[in-house]
């Protein structure tokens, strides 16, 4: 983070608002807030902490903050701060509120949040600097700005606390893997355990059941189609022996109808009788009495028209005379009319030839051309005769050879299961070897520097210590020396008179003499510097090889399981080999097995092929034969065509009368028909006209002869009708004598009664017809039964032995049904039950290696393992700069439980707590460590630069600390670091290049003075 910008107004001792411009600090890298104690310095912290997360260490929520924190002289409260974080994205935090009207009530404090997107502040939905800032408030407060009395705070944290802090600030949590790993196992240990419920069902499905069950299909199939032959033996006879009593029952109903119908003669024989005498009567005198009714009421009509047809006849008279001059005028054309006619027809008959003609020298071009082509299509249907007999040889030949491919099948599936095994068992092997080969590597790093896996810890611990007691015993010689040269140094100085400064003696007989004491500090120096550089080796080498070794114990782990995964796909491979039983193969090459598969394939092809072509040439044959029989027939149709048309146009020649077709050969068709058409227009005038007239003329010459005839007729027939009337009434005197009826009253009332004549003709007709077929069937069931033994008792076993045999067919066919079922639900078992089992074994080495990581991410080792690197890493950064602030006689390290400790050198190296540490060393080693921090943030965050403010702690140092403090901050500048220093001590103002300073006012409250700006 870099700030930009920051306003504050009633906040604390802020009165007024006050603005500071950072741009003008961090340009100089190292810059400072001076004031005196209670002017408002830490403030500043505190508002850009506040407005960026709200919170404050000096004030929690219960302690009525926004009352406390407002100026007691203000109304209100406002925050505004700018800065570009670590993308160099710029944002803007503000944080504001009120005094109502009661003193010490306020409005809720506001905080929003903004971000300059194209050349504008564009509010944010949350206003949460954590994530702008990518840091929690606790660890801002201890990596960007730390607070008055916090310096330290890192540097002493437990090795708890400051794991969870480093996890947070370089996002560790990544490294988590374990609730992953475990996710995984549980969801692995689900799938396995469902397979294993799965395969629980599965126990009884194998080969060998399969077997079994196809033999019982066998076995069921042969049992079903005996009893089905001896059902249908069974059947025919039951239905003989029922045919048998059927008809015998039918003839006892036919000779009970027989026998009804047969008492009912009698009766019909009398209504036949009745009917009888009513037809003979109506016939006789029906038709005499209605014609004699007819004939009186014709004979008065008629004395009517008689009179009506004699005026009518003179009108008819007058218009005939008129007709018959018009017809004289016409008719010596009409009596020509049979000459025009005969031309006529002769202009027909040569239309007719020359369409003849035309049409035969079509057919002829036809016929021509149609005779080669069926010559080719019969010798096509040759070829295809050939083709399709050498064709149907050459696949009898290949079905004579063909091979059982069911032995095949279960060869195919023994091999592939092999080829399966033995891959699996390649790759754990190889697996097994890259293990090893990793193993082995491991182990040669330690031969490499003369160690075992098992003393690597003992001896490069030995190693350390022996470089920690040389080190220790260069250090003493170090102090004596240095003690000697100091003396040297008061012997030197020593005048005859002056007391010793150090004992007060007066007299100096033997001054004591240093030779070469500086010699052999450099000397001594040069060892520390050679043993230092060694122990770094040793720990850096000790370091490696904890890695080593935690990677060979994973390593080992996964080896084991690999040779017991192995040793199970070796067994599984032993036992498949032992179960192949096929003569004629070898269960290690499956070379004649993949040759006789590729003759079966290659035979099925060829078969496919050939039974295809077969199929279509007999289609091409059909096709051909039908073809010659098509075009055969169209030539003899082509021939028959021509013939009949050559004899229609001779007969036609010789059948003209009045015209000869010599003169009429050279002209054309249409010609000749419009002038046939002329001659017939012509004729049909003359007929017509003609006829018209002798059709009026008849017209008129029938009506008058119509209605001369009738006049005559109509007397003829009055005369006629008296003597038809006198004759029917004697023939009716006749007819009575004959039926002796007294009068016609008697007659009348016979046929009168109304009597339905056709129904009962039809009933005795029935009757009759009825009787006769009776009698018929009768005679035919009496002859089918003749010679014919039946018994009730052997229809009756025999039913029951068909009943029976129909029961244990259809129980037959249940069972072979059921078990043809069973046998295809046995095959798809099988099938689940291989699925099954291999994902059982993919998930059962899923299953090892998820232990694997479970090992490798239990709990939060790795987190913290990775944690104390990336601690150890800083402290090291961080020792670069203590050691030269403590003039190398301290170093900050790492305890096994990753709190920090002080090497003290001018103690023989004893480690010991930094709490032991003195306030300027404190102070020392929390700068350096928070130097450290801001760099790896830095780094992590890939910012250009980097930020952060010292609050106080520059009044524990003395002069010359604070001048090498001052050079390591100064320098921090080329490293793009920035450092803000907050501290009343003045006489560092002069050292600072860019300040500003906090002036307390009584009336006005806390003013901001710019260095810059005076």
């Not at 994530?131 to 008055?148: A, D, E, G």
């Not at 019982?216 to 032959?229: C, G, H, R, Y």
């Not at 040759?382 to 095949?408: G, P």
């Not at 007989?509 to 060694?534: F, G, Y």
Request: glycine share 4%.
């Amino acid at each position: 983070m870099l700030p930009i910008l920051l306003s504050i107004e009633g906040l604390y001792s802020y009165q007024e608002k006050q603005t500071i411009d950072f741009t003008e600090l961090t340009q100089a890298g190292l810059f400072g807030i001076f004031g005196s104690v209670g002017s408002g310095k830490s403030s500043i912290l505190e508002a850009i902490s506040f407005v960026l997360y709200g919170d404050t260490e000096r004030l929690n929520k219960t302690d009525k903050r926004a009352y406390n924190m407002m100026n007691l002289k203000s109304n209100q409260t406002m925050i505004d701060f700018e800065f570009l974080n670590f993308e160099n994205r710029k944002f803007r935090f503000v944080a504001q509120w009120k005094r109502r009207k009661n003193f010490d009530d306020t409005t809720p404090i506001e905080r929003t949040a903004y971000e300059w997107k194209d050349e504008n502040w564009v509010p944010m939905e949350s206003a949460d600097g954590a994530l702008v800032t990518n840091l929690s408030y606790p660890n801002f407060r201890r990596t960007i700005i730390i607070p008055q009395g916090q310096f330290k705070e890192f540097l002493e944290l437990k090795g708890k606390d400051r794991s969870e802090m480093m996890k947070e600030i370089f996002y560790l949590n990544k490294f988590d893997l374990g609730p992953k790993v475990g996710n995984l196992q549980a969801g692995n240990n689900r799938k396995l355990e469902n397979l294993k419920g799965a395969l629980s069902g599965f126990e009884s499905i194998s080969s060998e059941a399969l077997g079994l069950k196809q033999r019982e299909v066998e076995d069921a199939k042969v049992t079903l189609a005996q009893t089905k032959e001896d059902f249908q033996v069974l059947q025919q006879k039951v239905q003989s022996l029922q045919e048998f009593k059927d008809k015998r029952i039918e003839l006892d109903q036919k000779e009970a109808q027989f026998t009804e119908l047969n008492s009912k003669k009698a009766r019909i024989q009398q209504q036949e009788q009745d009917l009888n005498r009513y037809e003979r009567t109506s016939h006789a005198f029906k038709e005499p009495l209605a014609f004699l009714q007819s004939l009186n009421n014709e004979r008065e009509s008629l004395i009517h028209r008689i009179e009506n047809f004699q005026s009518i006849k003179e009108r008819q008279l007058q218009e005939i005379d008129v007709v018959e001059r018009e017809i004289a005028e016409v008719q010596y054309d009409y009596l020509n009319l049979n000459v025009l006619r005969g031309q006529a027809e002769d202009y027909k008959l040569i239309i007719q030839i020359k369409e003849n003609n035309k049409k035969e020298k079509e057919l002829e071009t036809r016929l021509i051309k149609g005779t080669p082509f069926v010559e080719r299509t019969k010798e096509s249907e040759v070829v295809l005769n050939q083709k399709l007999e050498e064709a149907e040889e050459r696949l009898a030949e290949l079905k004579s050879e063909k091979i059982d491919t069911s032995q095949l099948i279960e060869m195919e599936k023994w091999y592939h299961l092999k080829d399966s095994l033995l891959q699996k068992v390649g790759q754990v092997q190889e697996e097994i070897q890259q293990l090893t080969q990793e193993i082995t590597e491991e182990q040669s790093q330690y031969h490499k520097h003369g160690y075992t896996e098992d003393n690597w810890g003992q001896m490069t611990g030995n190693e350390l210590k022996l470089i920690e007691n040389n080190f220790n015993k260069l250090r003493d010689q170090e102090t004596q020396l240095q003690v000697q040269a100091k003396l040297s140094q008061f012997a030197t100085d020593l005048l005859p008179g002056m007391p010793c400064p150090l004992c007060g003696a007066l007299d100096h007989p033997e001054p004591m003499v240093a030779t070469h004491v500086q010699e052999e500090l450099n000397k001594i120096r040069l060892n520390k510097q050679e043993l230092e550089e060694q122990r770094q080796s040793y720990q850096s080498l000790k370091e490696e090889f904890a890695k080593s070794s935690f990677g060979l114990g994973s390593k080992r782990l996964r080896l084991e399981q690999k040779n017991i995964e192995a040793e199970n796909h070796r067994r599984q491979l032993e036992i498949h080999i032992s179960q192949f039983n096929w003569v004629g193969y070898s269960s290690e090459d499956d070379g004649a097995f993949a040759t006789q598969k590729e003759r079966i394939k290659q035979s099925e092809q060829v078969t496919q092929v050939l039974e295809n072509e077969i199929k279509q040439l007999r289609i091409d044959l059909h096709k051909n034969r039908e073809n010659v029989q098509k075009f055969e027939k169209e030539l003899d149709n082509i021939k028959a065509e021509i013939a009949v048309v050559q004899g229609v146009s001779t007969h036609s020649k010789n059948s003209l009368q009045h015209l000869k077709y010599p003169e009429f050969e050279d002209l054309e068709l249409e010609e000749v028909r419009r002038s046939r058409l002329n001659l017939d227009q012509k004729i049909i005038h003359i007929e017509s006209q003609y006829l018209t007239l002798t059709q009026k003329l008849n017209t008129l010459k029938t009506k008058l002869a119509e209605i001369a005839g009738q006049y005559s007729s109509a007397k003829d027939q009055l005369s006629s009708y008296n003597q038809q009337i006198k004759v029917r009434q004697e023939q009716l005197a006749k007819l009575l004598r004959e039926f002796n009826f007294a009068d016609i009253t008697q007659v009348q009332q016979i046929i009168q009664r109304p009597m339905p004549v056709e129904q009962l003709r039809r009933d005795i007709q029935q009757y009759y017809v009825r009787l006769e077929v009776l009698e018929t069937q009768i005679n035919s069931l009496r002859d089918f039964l003749k010679d014919k033994q039946f018994s009730e008792e052997d229809l009756e076993t025999s039913v029951k032995l068909f009943e029976f045999k129909k029961e244990e067919l259809e129980l037959q066919l249940s069972l072979t049904g059921g078990l043809e079922k069973e046998l295809a639900q046995l095959t798809l078992e099988i099938g689940k039950k291989e699925k099954l089992l291999e994902e059982f074994d993919q998930l059962n080495l899923r299953a090892s290696n998820l232990k694997v990581l479970e090992n490798l991410f239990k709990g939060n080792g790795f987190v913290n393992y990775v944690s104390s690197i990336h601690l150890r890493q800083m402290c090291e950064m961080a020792n670069e700069r203590f050691h030269r602030l403590t003039r190398n006689q301290l170093s900050l390290t790492i305890n096994d439980n990753n709190e920090f400790e002080v090497i003290d050198y001018l103690n023989n190296g004893y480690k010991r707590s930094v709490k032991t540490l003195s306030g300027g060393q404190g102070f020392q080693a929390s700068l350096c460590l928070a130097l450290a921090l801001a760099e790896n943030i830095q780094s992590l965050n890939k910012a250009d630069r980097n930020f952060f403010f010292i609050d106080e702690g520059f009044g524990t140092q003395d002069s010359d600390s604070i001048n090498t403090v001052f050079d390591t901050l100064q320098y921090l500048h080329h490293e793009n670091r920035v450092v803000g220093i907050i501290s009343h001590v003045e006489e560092l103002k002069e050292r600072i290049p860019r300040s500003v300073t906090v002036v307390k006012d009584s009336d006005r409250g806390s003013k901001i003075e710019t260095s810059w700006g005076q």
